[in-house]
């Protein structure tokens, strides 16, 4: 029974509950592209998560890591002919390097200086996937293969499913143990005062990096897995209205929690889906933006700490007002 109590563990058992219900309850092909969608945006958000939520840095240009993952991905399974494990990996670690290049720089700003870096380096690289032709093919875009793992394809919705879900328990498992060891206090204690955690001598420069360059890392690896899902993509894609849709999931999800980046992803996802099924409401132009600035608004107003949290949220609460009852009598 200790064993259940490891969070490795329930993501574990969480991720094999998940991955056989489509294969126990009928779910129609739309519906499982949806929930894979749900599941990518997870990693992206989980990365984003580390380095907004848990080192309190900004950046508006994630999804250019996303796209690059993707292109990337497509590149190397296409024309290069490598096997879609490599080439999983190399999505993500090509952009943790251009990442860790881009932080080495824009790593020496703060706050609003940092977004508006980033924002201008995700608006260029979605300029080079216009122009980059060979690589890119422009707005024609670009074509990828069914992912292959041992001989086996993922053509399936379901058993693409099972295979999203299984790389985003192992990206879970490494950042709750990143965020147990070391670094993950170094970059907590960061967060919380740089003047403290400089007077126990933490590298600030450092740690800012390495938080940067995982969560580009994690786009990467989320930028493949959408490419071999959808197995089309241009350069429309990967805007700005994207990497503002991450952070909206990590705000309205939880801030600094590994379950709000997922929780996050299910509600900036499907909460437009369901929209459209409301009489009249399918018809507003934008509504689905409409909806995610007006959430935000209303989670930073009242609930701050993420619909993940809310049930601890509510119980803290109710034990105030117990404690004020009992104060009164």
């Not at 390495?210 to 580009?216: D, E, I, M, P, T």
Request: with cysteine; glycine share 10%.
């Amino acid at each position: 029974m200790k064993h259940l109590q490891s969070k490795p563990v329930q993501y574990v058992l969480l991720g094999l509950v998940f991955s056989v219900i489509p294969y126990i309850i009928p779910i129609p092909q739309s519906t499982m592209t949806i929930l894979n969608t749900v599941v990518i945006y997870a990693m992206i958000a989980l990365g984003f998560n580390i380095l907004l939520g848990y080192a309190g840095q900004i950046s508006l240009g994630h999804a250019a890591f996303m796209g690059l993952g993707a292109y990337l991905s497509a590149y190397l399974t296409g024309k290069l002919a490598l096997p879609f494990l490599l080439s999983l990996l190399l999505s993500g670690l090509i952009p943790m390097l251009i990442g860790i290049m881009l932080g080495l720089i824009a790593l020496r700003l703060e706050g609003h200086y940092l977004a508006i870096a980033t924002l201008g380096f995700g608006v260029a690289v979605q300029q080079i996937f216009v122009e980059w032709l060979a690589f890119t093919n422009g707005y024609s875009g670009v074509r990828a293969k069914y992912p292959s793992i041992f001989g086996f394809e993922f053509r399936s919705r379901e058993s693409f499913f099972v295979l999203a879900i299984a790389v985003l328990v192992l990206l879970c498992i490494f950042a709750y143990n990143l965020l147990k060891a070391k670094t993950g206090r170094a970059i907590l204690a960061m967060r919380d005062s740089v003047s403290a955690a400089q007077a126990m001598g933490i590298n600030i420069y450092k740690y800012k990096l390495v938080a940067f360059a995982l969560s580009a890392f994690y786009a990467g690896i989320a930028g493949s897995m959408y490419m071999h899902l959808i197995r089309f993509t241009e350069p429309t894609q990967w805007g700005i209205g994207l990497s503002l849709n991450l952070l909206a999931m990590v705000v309205i999800g939880g801030l600094a929690s590994i379950g709000g980046s997922i929780v996050g992803s299910v509600f900036l996802v499907l909460a437009p889906e369901i929209i459209k099924e409301v009489p009249g409401l399918a018809d507003i132009k934008n509504l689905s933006y409409i909806l995610t600035g007006a959430t935000m608004v209303l989670a930073i107003m009242f609930f701050p700490h993420g619909l993940a949290r809310l049930g601890m949220q509510w119980r803290s609460y109710l034990s105030k007002r117990k404690k004020n009852a009992a104060v009164n009598i």
